[in-house]
């Protein structure tokens, strides 16, 4: 076809299409699907307030669906919960657990979607200040319910640990003084102690972090479009839309 020749309006049609299938280029999906995502509330990354649904994980995954012309559905529980949901096929997907064998025995670890955050021990008293490892035997460490933090720790029976299902939950536990100190990955445990507000100081030692996932339940029928899924997000990081909103949240105080 002769471009100088084509009608202003069919080259404007020809442009867009081109566009739509450059920004689709990669994430061939079939159907369009309804996929339910599991979520406990964790700000800054998974923000469930009233009327409102946002955080880091929640926008770059909504980035992907729109790229695959998905509906996204979400479902609030504790992250145990999600789990269990996860395990039983009641939601499709799962954002931002850590890659444990126990946990490849009924999801799939699609794209290491999120970045890596060291893992922090927050401390309001002096005494309870991490130096070592080994400076956690005999302090009662608040954990959140079901997750995975690093190996020795997880599988360190002498620790004492409290659990409950939110950071919040455990930051006021330990101003309480419920618990001694509270190990988070640093991003939300920063903007945690910045939300409620208290004099809480970080210790020395820390772990480095781990990238965490998105997962998709072996049940999930979206489990069949993994392709597509790290093609989708191979395309918003090549634009730059990831990075942008990683520093979005580095850079955003708490509310």
Request: net charge negative; glycine share 6%.
């Amino acid at each position: 076809m002769d471009v100088r020749n084509t009608p202003l309006w069919l080259a404007s049609i020809l442009l867009a299409f081109s566009l739509s299938a450059q920004a689709q280029q990669g994430t061939e999906t079939v159907e369009p699907l309804t996929v339910t995502v599991g979520v406990n509330h964790s700000p800054p990354y998974r923000i469930l307030d009233a009327g409102h649904k946002g955080g880091l994980y929640l926008e770059i995954f909504e980035e992907i669906a729109d790229r695959l012309g998905w509906q996204v559905k979400y479902r609030e529980a504790p992250f145990r919960r999600v789990l269990l949901m996860l395990q039983r096929g009641e939601v499709d997907v799962m954002l931002g657990p850590l890659r444990t064998d126990g946990r490849e025995d009924y999801m799939t670890f699609v794209a290491p979607a999120f970045p890596p955050e060291r893992r922090l021990f927050f401390y309001l008293d002096d005494e309870h200040r991490i130096t070592r490892y080994n400076d956690l035997y005999g302090r009662t460490v608040g954990v959140l319910d079901g997750a995975t933090y690093f190996t020795r720790f997880d599988r360190d029976g002498d620790l004492i640990k409290e659990s409950a299902p939110h950071y919040e939950n455990l930051m006021l536990m330990m101003e309480k003084g419920r618990v001694d100190v509270v190990i988070a990955p640093e991003l939300v445990g920063q903007y945690t102690v910045c939300k409620l507000k208290l004099p809480a100081q970080v210790s020395p030692f820390f772990v480095p972090g781990e990238r965490t996932w998105i997962a998709v339940s072996d049940k999930s029928p979206a489990l069949k479009y993994a392709d597509d899924i790290r093609a989708a997000l191979k395309l918003i990081e090549r634009e730059g839309i990831k990075e942008n909103l990683v520093l979005k949240y580095l850079e955003q105080p708490a509310q």
